[in-house]
């Protein structure tokens, strides 16, 4: 079973890198296209890395989701009825790294919940990265 959990963690987490990945490919071609006013473009690629972690989380949620639902993957114990939302709620909460605690995952979906948060933290911090590259060309335009 530890292999399934380590295979399917590691399908999800590849999914959502390349989503990433494709947002800001995407978002590097748009910035350049969109005739707007140099600042707004920054704002632009704001709102598209915000609009990538809102779908990898999602992504995650989806997953979680599937996994309380089927037996021997774990649940999800605390405050939640079970529901897509809850899921969403938790998986921001872990991919944010802010974890407030009134959800906690036990079973195997632990191992999910300790590799999004790191990918999480992998991911802001590439977006960081990205948005710092385009306010240099276009910072001093604003």
């Given amino acids: 079973m530890l292999l399934l959990v380590f295979l399917i963690n590691t399908l999800?987490?590849?999914v959502v890198v390349i989503v990433h990945?494709?947002?800001?490919?995407?978002?590097?071609?748009?910035?350049?296209?969109?005739?707007?006013?140099?600042?707004?473009?920054?704002?632009?690629?704001?709102?598209g890395a915000l609009l990538a972690?809102?779908?990898?989380?999602?992504?995650?949620?989806f997953a979680y989701y599937a996994m309380i639902n089927l037996d021997g993957w774990g649940q999800l114990s605390g405050n939640i009825d079970g529901s897509v939302l809850d899921c969403v709620y938790f998986s921001f909460s872990v991919f944010s790294t802010v974890g407030f605690g009134d959800i906690v995952p036990l079973g195997h979906l632990r191992y999910l919940t300790g590799i999004e948060s790191l990918t999480g933290l992998v991911l802001i911090t590439w977006s960081a990265s990205f948005l710092y590259y385009e306010m240099q060309k276009y910072w001093h335009k604003a």
């Fill in 53 to 61: 972690h809102a779908v990898e989380v999602w992504i995650f949620a």
């Fill in 21 to 47: 990945y494709e947002f800001l490919r995407l978002l590097s071609k748009l910035i350049i296209l969109v005739k707007i006013k140099p600042r707004l473009r920054i704002v632009f690629g704001v709102f």
């Fill in 12 to 14: 999800v987490v590849a």
